[in-house]
């Protein structure tokens, strides 16, 4: 079964998984997308700047239709943002390369989500932008978002487990990435 969204609630969803201050430029960016192929009522809840969002697990908008010759540089790092959480892994990776060393304080939680998941080529993008990560920033939003972060941490050991477990433990990237980011907080 197809399930597909308005424009008008997909709008809501997108500028909801943003902070006010952006809102304008998160609804210019929510105009250009094409309907979505899948309704995604699935998100994450995260606190941004002290501004509770709700950012969409995954959506399915096919990237092939967006046109961002439009957008203002601003408005396309906020469509990399979205587009870290497509349903495609390759299409994550391209946008993650955009924006993982992003200084904007709602970049952070796109990137850590990414951190906890099965696709290790994407965590290797992290990993290898480590140096280009806004400390403040992260920390910032770490020290805000402990649950999302557990989370993050304990997914990061359940697909090591599942897929990666002949990687020694050292020497797995996500185990990596999560010594770095806890070495901020700690």
């Known amino acids: 079964m197809e399930c597909k969204m308005s424009r008008s609630e997909t709008g809501k969803q997108i500028e909801s998984a943003f902070p006010e201050s952006v809102r304008e430029d998160v609804s210019r960016v929510a105009l250009i997308l094409p309907e979505p192929l899948h309704l995604c009522a699935a998100t994450f809840r995260v606190i941004v700047k002290a ?3 709700a950012i969409p697990y995954r959506i399915y908008h096919d990237p092939q239709l967006i046109r961002t010759d439009q957008l203002s540089s ?3 790092e906020i469509l990399s943002c ?6 495609s892994g390759f299409v994550r990776q391209e946008h993650l390369i955009r924006i993982v060393g992003s200084h904007q304080s709602w970049a952070p939680p796109f990137v850590v989500q990414l951190i906890g998941e099965y696709v290790v080529e994407i965590c290797r993008v992290v990993q290898e932008n480590q140096a280009d990560l806004d400390v403040k920033l992260y920390r910032d939003f770490l020290e805000a978002n402990p649950a999302l972060w557990a ?10 487990d599942c897929y990666y477990r002949a990687t020694p433990r050292e020497k797995y990237v996500g185990f990596q990435i999560v010594r770095y980011l806890d070495s901020l907080i700690q």
């Open 51 to 53: 501004e509770m969002v």
């Open 74 to 76: 601003l408005q396309q």
């Open 82 to 87: 979205l587009l870290t959480r497509h349903c």
């Open 151 to 160: 989370v993050t941490k304990q997914r990061v050991v359940s697909y090591w």
